[in-house]
């Protein structure tokens, strides 16, 4: 994982899973006598609570997580088989504990039609009580705009991530943010995101995550709000249920002013432009890897791939390449939303 935020331009990434004792222990053995700028690793992790809703748990060092572990008495099989273990908390006694750990927490992907906060209720009061949360995490299906006029958010910062699972050059660094941080250190990180010092989030265009629109999760057909409620939400095709889409769910808990976010940049990972651009498969295409290995060799990182190298530059490698990423960068970019679980399709113009 670290080589491969090092081969993105990642300057820090979450470890994941953090209350699992195992995987703790195989990042503090690896991380002990290594220089702690070289990539910065945040200890981090999801948990479930008691109404299904998802949290994403920062903190500063590896011990905090052990601390958590043993205030929700998370031990034997519940701890063992799962990386992001099923509470018998209420979210508000979840923020609790994480604050009183010296963490930071969140709703994780917000707007899902699962397992989110926004899945399960309609203010953030509702499922944190008196508890503030210190960020609020976007997920793939939207991107600031979806939460710049909900009023339960002005002043909680959003961050952009992942949610990777792994190394993959198509997942991990999908979404990023940019902070200001004082120093490259976890508690750095922490600190600028509590702060609210995000200087731009990056990721997928929304419409590209698997949410984005109302749609069965069976023949993922797309409705409106008003169709599916008019089906009962669920598909006169196929009986499958209806999911509200991110789009549609943000849109309703939007009754405020638009207030002012940071600049959010859309980006494609690289790997998937390459398979655009090769007419491969997969992006674990053979051919794929290839290319991209000499794009990343020669500029340094993929995130200077797709956002900083001039296309002159770019096409000197792979000329395809060089105007499929000059569209993203101008927004040449055509958009088939996803919904319902299958992701969203885009093409260039
Ligand atoms: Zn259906």
Redo the contacts with the bound molecule.
Sequence with gaps: MVEAARRKGLVAIGSGDALHPAWRREWEVFLSGRDPEEVIVVPSSEVEDRNRVHHLVLMEDFSGFSDLQETFALSGKDIATTGRPRLRHSGEEIACAVHDAGGLVGPAHAFTPWTSMYASHDHVGECYGSEPIDFLELGLSADNSYGAAIPDLYGVPFISSSDAHGPDPWRMGREYVVLEVKEATPAGVLEAVSGGRVVQNVGLFPEEGKYNRTA?S????QFTSDEAAAHAWK?P????RIKKGVFDRARELSTGESRPRPPYQHMIPLPEILQRVLACSSPQARHVGNLYSRFVERFGDEIRVLTEVPVEDLAAVHEGTASAIDALRCGRVRLSPGGGGRYGTFSFL
């Design positions: 069965c069976r023949c993922f057909r598909c095709g196929d009986a499958g």
